[in-house]
């Protein structure tokens, strides 16, 4: 599969030198309230953390990580362009901007919205590398299917259309069994890669599933996200999904949430933190490039090269 020269430039972004994304999230906000939550005032918020706390805090994670990502994931109400404006974002460092509004989990039944006042274009002029979109996603849920995936193939042409690279994330919910969910996630994968040129940022369908959810990912790359898991079981999954093929990994709270802590932050992201973040890339090592998928990858490939 071809792609236009500005998103191609922006995969180069996004990727380190051997084209894998190494991606650190800090996207979160109604999860990241959650986690906060969970700390009280050892993280500096209790259970209803101001802006200032949250900023501070994605802040506290990006600077520690300096230039070992690939790539960060931010959002437009607490770190963009918050945190690329005051330099704290590594130069080197492709930025990852999420679409998507955030009160969904209250009523997933309602589906989701985009933050007002952002498009794929506006987050290009403010100097973004891609677009996320989160969506609660059952193809197999007839009221709220359909208006999902017309929200996904919008925000998919308006990317093209921008030369945005876009992240597809879909969750599943409202499922019984861990066999529902297998099935869930790969349908899932397997309806949207239909709607264009995407990355997908999927969940661990399961063990000795990722082969399957590689295949129903077709001709675009995708990338194993946390979810919620911890350290060690993420580590596990990870090595899996590459092992089937995936293309690295966007990794939030299996990475950060024993730093959120106010006393212990400093020492728990220049020691824990970074140390996870570098066994993460380890594991990335042979994952499949995205140019895999969107060749040619070098001047040699080039018609007029022959």
């Known amino acids: 599969m071809m792609m236009d020269h ?4 922006r995969f180069q972004r996004l990727t380190n030198n051997d084209g894998v994304f190494c991606v650190a999230a800090v996207d979160h906000r109604d999860a990241l309230v959650a986690e906060f939550a969970r700390y009280g005032e050892r993280a500096g918020g209790a259970a209803d953390p101001s802006p200032e706390v949250l900023t501070t805090f994605k802040a506290d ?38 679409l998507e509004s955030q009160g969904y989990m209250a009523n997933p039944a309602a589906g989701n919205e985009l933050m007002p006042g952002w498009t794929p274009a506006q987050l290009l002029e403010a100097g973004a590398d891609a677009a996320k979109l989160f969506v609660l996603y059952r193809a197999d849920d007839d009221a709220l299917a359909p208006r999902q995936e017309r929200l996904v193939r919008r925000v998919v042409e308006q990317c093209a259309a921008a030369q945005l690279p876009v992240l597809i994330e879909p969750i599943p919910y409202d499922f019984g069994s ?6 869930l996630i790969l349908r899932s994968a397997s309806r949207l890669t ?5 990355i997908l940022k999927m969940p661990f369908p399961a063990p000795g599933a990722c082969g399957l959810l590689n295949d129903a990912c077709g001709d675009n790359p995708w990338t194993l996200l946390s979810w919620g898991v911890g350290f060690d079981d993420f580590a596990a999954q990870l090595t899996e ?3 089937a093929g995936c293309s690295g990994f966007m990794v939030g709270r299996a990475l950060w949430r024993e730093a959120l802590p106010v006393e212990s932050r ?9 140390e996870r973040f570098d066994r993460l890339c380890a594991i990335a090592a042979d994952a499949r490039p995205w140019h895999h998928h969107y060749g040619p990858a070098s001047l040699d490939d080039w018609p007029w090269a022959r």
Do not use: Y
């Not at 990580?65 to 460092?93: K, N």
């Not at 239909?194 to 995407?198: I, K, L, R, Y």
């Not at 400093?266 to 970074?274: A, D, F, W």
């Open 194 to 198: 239909e709607f264009g040129p995407m």
């Open 61 to 98: 994670v990006v600077g520690a990580l300096g230039s070992r990502p690939s790539a960060v994931m931010v959002e437009p109400e607490f770190s963009f362009p918050h945190l690329t404006d005051a330099g704290i974002v590594d130069r080197s460092v492709g930025v990852i901007c999420a």
């Open 266 to 274: 400093p020492e728990v992201l220049n020691t824990t933190v970074v």
């Open 6 to 9: 500005g998103t191609r430039r």
């Open 178 to 183: 861990d066999g529902e969910r297998r099935e």
């Open 241 to 243: 999904a590459v092992a």
